[in-house]
């Protein structure tokens, strides 16, 4: 079973940044993905990275958001710009293994002044 560990939530004001990181306990072939959770809402798709780099975006994170993954160290890393008080959330980390869905225990970002 491979194991997925979130790190660097925390609070940040409107217009600024986090990075979140996600260390895989094993090497993924699968693609990588963030979700987000905020309170009372469904978990829903952030970004996603395939293993030779393909990315996809939710609309509404494009151009704020960047995916990118290094497979040498089996991790993902999702830097934020911009944050919005929108972007509240608890962060997860998704991949694929075996057939089995894998989720990180989460991390959560808040945004507010």
């Known amino acids: 079973q491979v194991n997925l560990v979130e790190s660097g939530g925390g609070w940040v004001q409107p217009g600024g940044s986090l990075s979140l990181s996600c260390a895989a306990s094993a090497y993924i072939f699968s693609v990588m993905s963030w979700y987000r959770q905020a309170p009372g809402a469904r978990r829903t798709l952030v970004a996603d990275i395939a293993a030779y780099g393909t990315t996809n975006y939710a609309d509404n994170m494009k151009g704020r958001f960047t995916i990118s993954r290094d497979n040498a160290k089996n991790s993902v890393t999702l830097q934020m710009n911009s944050l919005e008080t929108s972007d509240t959330a608890v962060y997860y980390c998704?991949?694929?293994?075996?057939?089995?869905?894998?989720w990180g225990q989460g991390t959560l970002v808040t945004v507010s002044s």
């Open positions: 998704h991949t694929w293994w075996r057939s089995n869905e894998i």
